[in-house]
């Protein structure tokens, strides 16, 4: 039987991305969105094309409730998730500090960091032995340019990620990536250009070029703890 992979914001962008790859190497995904059934569907559609096998959960992963529902759904049809990928995320409003609203500074923190913590706490009930993989981002490391609630989230992200890597091991590794700027709609195209003037690559990454180091992390037994940053030399440490 194939393994089994959740992706939470799974069905368009850098999640996408992931959901595809995955199917390339033969998991059957649990595509997560939260707003978009229509790209869910057609992040489906793309994987049965393939010969793959998907599903489709929708859940806000912020939401305690509605993840344990979501999780059980995908036991009930997927039978077990040997890969959990937290990589649903989102912006905030304002990207100037002064005029960041405590509601604004919730809704980064609770989807970016809380959403991993609760769907992290929801798949390892049922996952005794897999491998997790949470997208993190440059802004977790150098304080970025999108707002100090977004970056704050991504350096909680790396902790997290240290974190589970020590408690989980030895049956579950945990790892991150953190992207640079990546060519989805998170980033307007107005900021993609600003970033790829700042990038020694002269370009933002691919959604899939995010996704290739996700499997290297997959396919490998031995990497725990480990933060990959794919960001074209943006920031390098
Ligand atoms: N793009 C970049 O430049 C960049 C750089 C570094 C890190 N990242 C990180 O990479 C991840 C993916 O970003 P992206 O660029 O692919 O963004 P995107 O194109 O805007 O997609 C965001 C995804 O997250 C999902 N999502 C948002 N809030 C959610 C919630 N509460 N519950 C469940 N799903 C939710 C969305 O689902 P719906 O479609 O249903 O709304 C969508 O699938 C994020 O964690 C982001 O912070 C991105």
């Known amino acids: 039987m194939e393994k089994v992979a959740l992706v939470t914001g799974g069905d368009r962008g850098i999640g996408r991305a992931i959901s595809l790859a995955l199917a390339k190497k033969g998991?059957?995904?649990?595509?997560?969105?939260?707003?978009?059934?229509?790209?869910?569907?057609?992040?489906?559609?793309?994987?049965?094309?393939?010969?793959?096998?998907?599903?489709?959960?929708?859940f806000d992963v912020s939401k305690r409730d509605?993840?344990?529902?979501?999780?059980?759904?995908?036991?009930?049809?997927?039978g077990r998730i040997d890969v959990l990928i937290n990589n649903a995320g989102i912006l905030g409003k304002n990207s100037k500090f002064e005029e960041i609203e405590d509601e604004d500074w919730d809704n980064v923190l609770n989807t970016n960091l809380k959403g991993a913590f609760i769907v992290t706490q929801e798949v390892t009930k049922y996952m005794k032995k897999g491998k997790i993989v949470n997208i993190a981002s440059i802004a977790g490391r150098n304080g970025g340019t999108v707002g100090v609630h977004y970056a704050a989230s991504k350096a909680g992200i790396i902790g997290l990620?240290?974190?589970?890597?020590?408690?989980?091991?030895?049956?579950?590794?945990?790892?991150?990536?953190?992207?640079?700027?990546?060519?989805?709609?998170?980033?307007?195209?107005?900021?993609k250009r600003e970033l790829s003037k700042l990038t020694p690559l002269g370009r933002?990454?691919?959604?899939?070029?995010?996704?290739?180091?996700v499997i290297f992390l997959l396919e490998n037994d031995y990497v725990n703890g480990t933060i990959i940053d794919v960001n074209g030399g943006r920031y390098m440490h």
Do not use: C, W
């Not at 059957?28 to 059934?37: E, G, H, L, Q, T």
């Not at 974190?163 to 980033?187: F, H, R």
């Open 27 to 58: 998991y059957a995904v649990a595509i997560n969105y939260r707003k978009n059934k229509d790209k869910a569907e057609e992040t489906m559609k793309m994987i049965e094309e393939m010969g793959g096998k998907a599903m489709i959960v929708k």
């Open 66 to 78: 509605e993840v344990r529902e979501g999780v059980k759904k995908i036991i009930d049809e997927f």
């Open 161 to 191: 990620t240290f974190a589970l890597a020590s408690q989980l091991a030895p049956n579950i590794l945990v790892n991150g990536v953190a992207p640079g700027p990546v060519d989805t709609e998170l980033l307007s195209e107005e900021k």
């Open 204 to 213: 933002v990454a691919r959604p899939e070029e995010i996704a290739h180091a």
